[in-house]
């Protein structure tokens, strides 16, 4: 059955306390959840904590396992996993980006990145863990080679945007970076094969582009498309030729497929795109959208479809909506109210 | 001294003196009293902001200055929200940032937090009202500023002075 044909209810499985300040942001660990292996994600906040929630196989409930907490003297904004599940990545408004290493279930800070002048907003590793980027409301973008001995050497100081920069996220398959800004652009980023970083596409408002802040981005599986959410209130869908891009062409352009406006009544905070194709929103007006492509207007090139909004997942902003890593549709929502909220998006007969 | 002020000489209107509050016809003592325009305009009747913050010389409130008036002022209970709507004294006000966070703080520290709040200048009152409007509504940036112990030491006192 074709995803947007069927009936769906967001169930609620279980509301997680814990952070005595607004949560930021979430990110699920990605070698978690399959297997024998229980669902762990992480979650940072306003109370300068970092929080390790896993589930219980046996009852199915949440609980927290690790407190990360004394080394962040300000806000985390945001935190990633390494590919391989081994280090988490958290990023600060003090200005630091630390790496915490998992050994044995405790969590030791291994590493402090500093560089950035003020806050930094987003951390994300590529696909292989061989390198991180970071962001800052200084307007950079750092790339950091991981070397042996968590050691991080900065490879690259990126400059270009002209405001902070929100958010930045490699490509699921490939070493290009994605940045998105306050100053309403998303820069592709490149190595040019002689080592040498630099800006190979900026998607603005003349292209179609968003015209307010550009808060977060993210790739569908096969990593040919791509969703963006703003300030504008709209999301929109770019899409590449992941063929070219493949056989080596990094120029290789992103252009604007769709723009989904209309749906949103506030700030749009965070989108997620999950494997199967469903893109979850969540925005400053607490509630939780879902989108899937609908096959209907192939004529005029895809369309998308609000498959469920569901209003009041929280009583205040939702900063941030993540898809799990197992094969059911897990969802972790994170607000202003300085709750998480595990979901089930579950179909109905 | 005056060199250091903005606006030395500020226009100073007269305070409404008499305000009536309409009666409900709900006369139910228990009933939930939905907040109203009048009361978001006492909130936000903050002195001495904008002249120069640090000088007890202009210790005049937002609302004899007319930067906040109660027309300014849009609530919509039902659905939660407000929207303030600021007159900065001259148009390059400097000021007209923090007088925008003092105005957010306040509200944050007052009203429920089920409250969706957006603040902007008056159209075509501020030199770079698209800048200003931008900042004061961007979350991030407002958490970011409100841990900066300068910027938050600023707020409280303007906060402070409404009481004195």
């Known amino acids: 059955m074709d995803l947007v044909d069927g009936n769906y209810e967001l169930r609620e499985i279980q509301k997680l306390q814990g952070h005595t300040d607004r949560v930021w942001s979430i990110a699920w660990n990605p070698a978690s959840g399959t297997g024998d292996i229980p669902p762990v994600f992480a979650s940072c906040s306003g109370d300068k904590t970092v929080r390790i929630w896993e589930q219980s196989p046996s009852s199915r409930f949440w609980d927290c396992k690790a407190v990360l907490e004394e080394t962040h003297t300000r806000t985390v904004r945001s935190c990633a996993w390494s590919p391989s599940g081994k280090l988490l990545a958290t990023a600060s408004f003090d200005a630091t980006t630390a790496v915490w290493e998992n050994i044995g279930g405790d969590f030791e800070c291994v590493s402090t990145l500093e560089g950035h002048e003020n806050e930094v907003k987003s951390v994300s590793w590529n696909a292989s863990g061989s390198l991180l980027a970071t962001c800052s409301r200084d307007k950079a973008v750092w790339i950091w080679e991981v070397m042996p001995g968590n050691e991080f050497e900065c490879v690259s100081v990126l400059q270009g945007h002209k405001q902070d920069v929100k958010m930045v996220k490699w490509h699921p398959t490939m070493d290009i970076l994605f940045s998105c800004s306050y100053d309403n652009t998303i820069k592709v980023w490149a190595e040019d094969g002689e080592g040498d970083w630099c800006c190979v596409q900026t998607l603005s408002e003349p292209n179609s582009g968003h015209t307010s802040t550009v808060w977060a981005l993210s790739f569908n599986a096969e990593g040919d498309k791509m969703v963006t959410c703003s300030d504008d209130l709209t999301l929109k869908i770019w899409e590449t030729d992941i063929g070219r891009m493949v056989s080596g062409d990094v120029r290789t352009p992103w252009t604007h497929v769709c723009t989904l406006s209309g749906y949103h009544d506030r700030t749009i905070f965070s989108v997620d795109w999950s494997r199967e194709g469903i893109i979850a929103s969540g925005a400053a007006d607490d509630a939780i959208r879902f989108f899937v492509e609908s096959k209907d207007g192939l004529v005029n090139g895809p369309t998308y479809k609000l498959l469920l909004k569901s209003e009041k997942a929280h009583d205040m902003d939702i900063n941030s909506v993540q898809w799990g890593p197992g094969e059911n549709r897990l969802l972790a929502s994170a607000s202003d109210d300085g709750t998480i909220k595990i979901w089930e998006l579950a179909t109905i007969s | ?164």
């Open chain 2, 1 to 164: 001294m005056v060199s250091g002020l903005i606006n030395p000489n500020p226009i100073v209107y007269e305070k409404k003196e008499c305000r009536v509050r309409s009666v409900p016809s709900n006369v139910d003592e228990y009933a939930v009293e939905p907040i109203d325009q009048l009361e978001i305009f006492d909130i936000l009747s903050l002195p001495n902001i904008c002249v120069d913050i640090k000088d007890p010389e202009h210790p005049y409130s937002l609302e004899e200055l007319k930067v906040i008036t109660e027309d300014a002022i849009e609530v919509d209970d039902k659905n939660s929200y407000v929207r303030v709507t600021f007159t900065p004294t001259v148009e390059h006000c400097s000021m007209a940032t923090v007088i925008g966070l003092c105005l957010r703080v306040k509200l944050m520290r007052s009203l429920p937090s089920r409250y969706k709040v957006d603040i902007r200048v008056a159209p075509g009152t501020h030199a770079t009202e698209a800048a200003v409007n931008k900042q004061l509504n961007d979350k991030e940036r407002v958490a970011a500023a409100l841990e900066n112990p300068n910027l938050v030491a600023m707020v409280d006192e303007c906060l402070a002075q409404s009481f004195a």
